[in-house]
């Protein structure tokens, strides 16, 4: 069965750090993708980053890189230089192989920033 | 260019009506996406559409739920009749077959009293 763990249910980090969120996922299959979604209070689902599976290089999106161990099945998102926005509820996301682009979600970290 | 648009952004209902969810995916994107998110259960996919036809509805919990695409440009996800335990936030999103992410809608927040 594929699956999305996201082990830390909260995390703090101060103002202008790095963090590191854990993202493990189960899968028997070759192909698949990979993604995180930030969600702030205000409740909407903001895409942030994508890795595919045959990707050789680990993906960065400005401040986010995506720490990919495919050996591991870890997916972990790095954000630099954390902000007072970057609070809010992140979800690792898989999409499902053989589908149109379903993807299964973690539970999620909540991050908070410190100023 | 519009993101995904969903109506309305807040719903509360009693329980036993119907209630029915709007959205609009982005200009172009064949795929939707209906989830719905709980404290409980997390993100749950409850049905996807790709070039307006029903792919996978394995996550629509019963028989109460159903959804439809009759266009391109609009899908109604409908509850009747409405139960307490239905309340959640409910997305709607899209993707186009050339990209890999979803974009998500702002969600319905349902309540059901």
């Known amino acids: 069965a594929q699956k999305i763990t996201q082990t830390q249910p909260g995390m703090f980090v101060q103002e202008k750090e790095a963090v590191t969120l854990d993202c493990t996922y189960d899968?028997?299959?070759?192909?698949?993708?990979l993604f995180w979604y930030k969600q702030p209070s205000s409740g909407e689902m903001i895409f942030l980053i994508y890795q595919g599976s045959y990707d050789e290089q680990n993906a960065t999106e400005g401040r986010y890189s995506l720490n990919f161990q495919k050996a591991r099945k870890s997916a972990n998102l790095v954000i630099s230089a954390s902000q007072l926005g970057d609070s809010a509820m992140y979800f690792c996301?898989?999409?499902?192989?053989?589908?149109?682009?379903?993807?299964?979600f973690g539970k999620g970290t909540k991050l908070s920033v410190k100023p | 260019d519009a993101g995904v648009i969903q109506s309305p952004r807040h719903e509360v209902t009693e329980m036993g009506q119907e209630v029915t969810l709007r959205c609009k995916p982005i200009?172009?994107?064949?795929?939707l996406f209906w989830y719905r998110q709980t404290m409980m259960r997390g993100l749950e996919l409850l049905i996807y559409?790709?070039?307006?036809?029903?792919?996978?509805d394995s996550g629509m919990p019963e028989d109460r739920f159903s959804a439809k695409m009759p266009n391109a440009s609009f899908s109604t996800l409908k509850i009747q009749p409405s139960e307490p335990r239905d309340s959640a936030v409910y997305f709607c999103?899209?993707?186009?077959?050339?990209?890999?992410?979803?974009?998500f809608g702002p969600g319905t927040r349902l309540t059901v009293t």
């Open positions: 996301a898989m999409r499902v192989t053989g589908s149109q682009g379903n993807l299964i």
């Open positions: 200009s172009g994107h064949n795929s």
């Open positions: 559409f790709n070039n307006n036809v029903p792919i996978d």
């Open positions: 899968t028997s299959d070759q192909s698949y993708g």
């Open positions: 999103a899209s993707s186009d077959r050339g990209l890999y992410e979803q974009y």
